[in-house]
């Protein structure tokens, strides 16, 4: 039974370029959640999605970043012109309906030169 | 604004020996205390959660302590091994809304042999 499975594990981005970081949820889930880690921190919630909806987008940035889970295919968090203050380990969780424990992925390592 | 707060920031303990990690929180709409253990490079792991209806939980050498009125809760890790060397991360969700978790900023424990 795979886990949750992220890609890329790294990813490099200059300032102004796009960032996309994919999310498979752990077979029979249908809850993603986003979460960012700065170094030395904690994580903090992003987004909660389900199939095609946001649920609670009110860890989100206002501007540049964006979630989505579609009815097929991997959830994708999509951060446009990236600033070197977006360097940080992103993590997906997904969960199943109805219970409380998220399982985590490896993460998303992007750093922006 | 840190939802829940934690300490220590790190720790060292003797090979054999108690680690115990507090916790404290202000919301009392909270309802889920999980606790993740995460290793270098890697995502977080459940390690154990409890609910505020019980005020100790044990699995294997691992247990939480829940204080209702105080609004704290603990880990303890007892016959700690050099293998239980990681951060470790509390965390709470809300009873309703979205199930998003707010976590401490960890702490770091180190087991020497």
């Known amino acids: 039974n795979a886990g949750v499975m992220q890609n890329p594990r790294h990813l490099v981005r200059r300032r102004g370029q796009e960032a996309r970081l994919r999310c498979s949820p752990m077979?029979?889930?249908?809850?993603v959640y986003w979460y960012r880690q700065l170094p030395e921190e904690g994580l903090k919630f992003m987004v909660y999605l389900q199939k095609e909806n946001i649920i609670d987008e009110s860890g989100m940035p206002k501007e540049r970043f964006s979630a989505e889970f579609p009815k097929e295919g991997p959830s994708i968090l999509r951060i446009q012109q990236v600033v070197r203050g977006d360097s940080a380990a992103y993590f997906c969780?997904?969960?199943?309906?109805?219970?409380?424990?998220?399982?985590f992925g490896p993460g998303t390592r992007l750093t922006v030169l | 604004q840190q939802q829940v707060k934690q300490s220590p920031q790190s720790l060292i303990v003797q090979k054999g020996g108690i680690s115990i990690i507090n916790c404290a929180y202000e919301?009392?709409?909270?309802?889920?205390f999980p606790w993740y253990q995460q290793f270098p490079g890697k995502g977080p792991a459940l390690l154990i959660a409890?609910?505020?209806?019980?005020s100790e939980k044990k699995e294997g050498r691992f247990t939480i302590s829940f204080n209702k009125s105080a609004k704290q809760f603990s880990l303890h890790i007892m016959d700690s091994q050099p293998g239980d060397s990681a951060t470790y991360f509390c965390?709470?969700?809300?009873?309703?809304?979205?199930?998003?978790?707010?976590f401490g900023t960890g702490t770091r424990l180190t087991v020497i042999p």
């Open positions: 965390a709470a969700r809300w009873q309703t809304g979205a199930n998003n978790l707010f």
């Open positions: 077979k029979g889930h249908s809850h």
């Open positions: 409890i609910r505020p209806d019980v």
């Open positions: 969780a997904s969960s199943k309906q109805g219970q409380d424990t998220q399982y």
């Open positions: 919301n009392t709409a909270f309802d889920y």
